[in-house]
């Protein structure tokens, strides 16, 4: 995917999260706190999952495009909060965040989130992966 085409994608599902999240009672607005928000937002699907037997689970890829919508709005405030450092990249057919090697897969935590529950927080994922590749920015900077 060319990088205009992946930043399409990325603004499309941002705007998605917002306006969903908004029809569901939230703001989002891009702060960290906005994040605990999310984390209710994904709880509501997580229960919503549980709730179902097997035989009429979602199937893998709705609760993979579901993950995507709220992994990306996660994301993108990670890749704010990082800095032109830090931008999203495709690999292996998924979208991760790299700032200088250090990735993040705030997607696929959506997705575990939602299918394992609340041990998969999303809250917890931006805290200490954040900080994580903040470090990572900040060593690179001093070489």
């Known amino acids: ?3 205009n085409s992946l930043n399409e994608m990325v603004a499309h599902h941002t705007k998605l999260a917002i306006q969903i999240a908004e029809t569901m009672g939230h ?3 891009f702060s960290s706190e906005s994040i605990h928000r999310v984390e209710d937002i994904l709880d509501n699907y997580a ?3 549980a709730s179902h037997d097997d035989m009429i689970k979602p199937l893998d890829r709705e609760v993979w495009s579901i993950a995507a919508i709220w992994g990306i709005y996660v994301g993108e405030i990670m890749r704010i909060e990082l800095g032109e450092e830090c931008r ?3 690999v292996d ?3 991760l965040l790299n700032a200088h090697g250090a990735q993040a897969n705030p997607i ?6 939602i299918v394992n529950g609340p041990e998969d927080n999303i ?3 931006y805290d200490i992966i954040g900080e994580k590749m903040r470090e990572h920015i900040q060593k690179g900077q001093e070489i």
């Open 93 to 95: 057919g998924g979208y």
């Open 47 to 49: 229960n919503d999952y």
């Open 108 to 113: 696929g935590k959506a997705y575990k989130r």
């Open 27 to 29: 703001t989002l607005d």
């Open 1 to 3: 995917m060319s990088t």
């Open 88 to 90: 999203w990249e495709e």
């Open 123 to 125: 809250v917890s994922f």
